[in-house]
């Protein structure tokens, strides 16, 4: 008799079979931060915190003594320095330059990427620049939008960063970026672009970190209708086109048949955002005591790994390197 439990016989017989892993290698911390002296412990987010420059180095030197291999920078702006186009997110010696410059200074081994999008610097709590046109519905405008990030991602470039990350989703800004890369002299600061970026209610308590919701309106002209797959493989030959070096699919976990299809499109690595959302999702539902928090959070991320995810943005990135 066929029996397929005979290869799930033993913990020795599982793990020869088990056909996906996880290592920190894998993983990608993102982090808060702020341009206050204090640490402060996100509500939204628990076990989260917003970090003072000082406490940011310490926490990457920290996800890197565990071995994960890369951070993502997240700034929170003050309110005060927003405008409508954002301008001031291409100011060298901006929140972000100096952090990449502190962090590479204590932590040269470190990979730091860098999210390129205006949300965090703009008045509108918009990814891109806002107008209000003649019957008065908001538009975000595009080009106009791709100019700006261009300025920001190289002076992420300038200070240091590996890589790029526009997550903002306009058209045309990977080719845009890499272009003004090439031309400023960094030929080897790679792009991971948010390929498919949906417009998900999962980013709430990111926004509630940053302070960074939109004013007014939504972002689903800009970010992905989340019915859609077919044109998440459009935008996934786009970048590839544009020469965008990783692509990213966002959320993770409501869209793991996401994941696959741009697994099977494309040669190039597939990263995948555990959001804040499911990340608080899961922290609570453990909080609460109705499920088990370490073989949760594995789960979720194996499966995120098993969809076909080279990399995972992930919350509980430093968690997970204690428990595997
Ligand atoms: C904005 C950006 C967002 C996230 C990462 N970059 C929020 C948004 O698009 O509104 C969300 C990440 C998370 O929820 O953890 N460019």
Request: charged fraction near 25%; charge should be negative; hydrophobic fraction near 45%.
């Amino acid at each position: 008799m066929i029996r397929p439990r005979r290869n799930r016989l033993t913990p020795a017989i599982r793990s020869m079979v088990r056909e996906n892993s996880l290592t920190p290698a894998n993983l990608i911390l993102p982090v808060f931060f702020h341009e206050d002296a204090e640490d402060t412990p996100l509500i939204s987010m628990p076990g989260v915190t917003r970090w003072s420059l000082a406490g940011l180095v310490r926490e990457a030197g920290e996800a890197h003594a565990l071995g994960i291999p890369a951070i993502v920078l997240f700034p929170k702006i003050d309110e005060a320095l927003k405008s409508p186009d954002g301008a001031i997110c291409g100011d060298e010696d901006g929140l972000v330059p100096r952090a990449i410059r502190a962090i590479k200074a204590a932590h040269p081994t470190l990979c730091v990427i860098t999210d390129v999008a205006l949300d965090p610097y703009n008045s509108d709590g918009h990814d891109g620049i806002v107008r209000r046109n003649e019957r008065g519905a908001l538009e975000i405008l595009n080009d106009e939008t791709v100019e700006v990030l261009c300025r920001q991602a190289l002076a992420h470039a300038r200070a240091g960063a590996d890589i790029v990350a526009p997550s903002d989703m306009m058209d045309g800004r990977v080719a845009a970026i890499r272009e003004t890369l090439d031309l400023a002299g960094f030929p080897n600061v790679s792009i991971l672009s948010y390929t498919a970026k949906y417009a998900s209610a999962l980013y709430g308590p990111f926004r509630g970190a940053l302070d960074s919701a939109p004013k007014e309106g939504d972002k689903k002209s800009y970010q992905m209708d989340p019915a859609n797959s077919r044109e998440a493989i459009r935008e996934c030959l786009l970048d590839e086109a544009e020469g965008a070096d990783m692509l990213m699919v966002k959320p993770a976990g409501f869209y793991l048949d996401v994941i696959a299809q741009v697994r099977e499109t494309t040669i190039l690595p597939v990263a995948a955002y555990q959001v804040s959302g499911e990340y608080l999702m899961l922290k609570n539902a453990a909080a609460g005591g109705w499920l088990d928090e370490r073989a949760i959070v594995m789960e979720s991320l194996l499966a995120i790994k098993r969809a076909g995810a080279d990399m995972i943005l992930t919350y509980f990135a430093k968690q997970a390197c204690g428990w595997l």
